[in-house]
């Protein structure tokens, strides 16, 4: 390595000299370093309490902003759901929906006729002849001509479809549940599993709507009958209630109940929407929410 120009040495000692004059400054003024320290804390102080103050209205921020996310995922589910009744209404309430129309038109045409009956009335001379009496104003409740709108579903049969239906969570209470239980699960991953239960109840109770003879027919006594054995274990003498099983997860969409699913299971519990029912080994779900 070759040796150091005399330049360099001269920088390098010249260095050294203006360090130990400011260390030698600096303690010939320690007092009055002190001081400026001591006039300077207060500053300082100030400084941190804002940043502090900042830092909380940023996690506020931060929260606002998921929140804000949660409600706008909620929205477009919505949305989508709104769309998708929108283009598939069913033909027997398009039905109903034509005969109420034709049924106010035809009430709001006779309503318009009658007042105007009324007002030629009025307006009639009095030396009209006695073999053309005027009739009395007729008062029209609109109401009356509307057709009585009556759930047939609830009447026929004993069951329907709120008595086993699982609530969908809303961004309140999703934004309620401990982020331990959650995870990485979003507001419309939970109400999408809630939704597919909801199927599979309704398949359920559906075929044990039918009834042994109807079961048969269909082709599926042996499950009819299992879910009687199932039912009468479970509420043998006691009042009726609905539940769901991993089997029958598995049978109507062809998956298992893995870990993301059973920790949606337990979001769920926590939400008081299901709560779990032993059955020898098996475990059951029950719903506990109605709408």
């Given at each position: 390595?070759?040796?150091?120009?005399?330049?360099?040495?001269?920088?390098?000692?010249?260095?050294?000299?203006?360090?130990?004059?400011?260390?030698?400054?600096?303690?010939?003024?320690?007092?009055?370093?002190?001081?400026?320290?001591?006039?300077?804390?207060?500053?300082?102080?100030?400084i941190k309490i804002n940043v502090s103050r900042f830092k909380e209205t940023l996690d506020k921020m931060?929260?606002?902003?998921?929140?804000?996310?949660?409600?706008?995922e909620n929205l477009s589910a919505y949305e989508k759901t709104i769309t998708h009744m929108q283009e598939n209404i069913p033909p027997s309430l398009q039905d109903t929906l034509k005969d109420q129309n034709e049924t106010c038109t035809a009430s709001q045409m006779k309503n318009k006729n009658n007042n105007n009956n009324n007002n030629s009335s009025v307006a009639a001379p009095k030396s009209k002849s006695k073999s053309q009496p005027t009739n009395p104003a007729v008062i029209i409740d609109p109401t009356e001509y509307l057709p009585y709108q009556k759930d047939c579903k609830k009447t026929l049969f004993k069951d329907n479809d709120d008595c086993y239906k699982i609530e969908l969570l809303n961004a309140i209470e999703f934004s309620k549940i401990p982020k331990y239980m959650i995870g990485?699960?979003?507001?419309?991953?939970?109400?999408?599993?809630?939704?597919?239960?909801?199927?599979?109840?309704?398949?359920?109770?559906?075929?044990?709507?039918?009834?042994?003879?109807?079961?048969?027919?269909?082709g599926?006594?042996?499950?009819?009958?299992?879910?009687?054995?199932?039912?009468?274990?479970?509420?043998?003498?006691?009042?009726?209630?609905?539940?769901?099983?991993?089997?029958?997860?598995?049978?109507?969409?062809?998956?298992?109940?893995d870990k993301a699913k059973l920790n949606m299971l337990t979001v769920l519990r926590h939400c008081k929407r299901i709560k779990e029912l032993r059955n020898g080994k098996n475990v059951l779900y029950e719903v506990i929410s109605c709408q």
């Open positions: 390595m070759p040796a150091n120009s005399l330049e360099d040495v001269m920088k390098d000692q010249i260095k050294k000299l203006n360090d130990l004059e400011m260390a030698t400054n600096f303690i010939r003024h320690k007092s009055e370093l002190n001081n400026v320290l001591i006039d300077l804390k207060p500053s300082i102080d100030t931060k929260e606002q902003n998921e929140m804000c996310q949660i409600l706008i990485r699960q979003t507001l419309t991953n939970v109400n999408d599993f809630i939704t597919s239960i909801n199927q599979i109840m309704k398949s359920k109770y559906t075929l044990m709507g039918l009834g042994k003879i109807g079961a048969r027919k269909k599926e006594l042996d499950l009819y009958l299992q879910f009687k054995k199932e039912e009468t274990d479970i509420y043998n003498g006691k009042e009726r209630k609905f539940f769901f099983t991993a089997e029958d997860y598995h049978r109507e969409t062809k998956t298992k109940l």
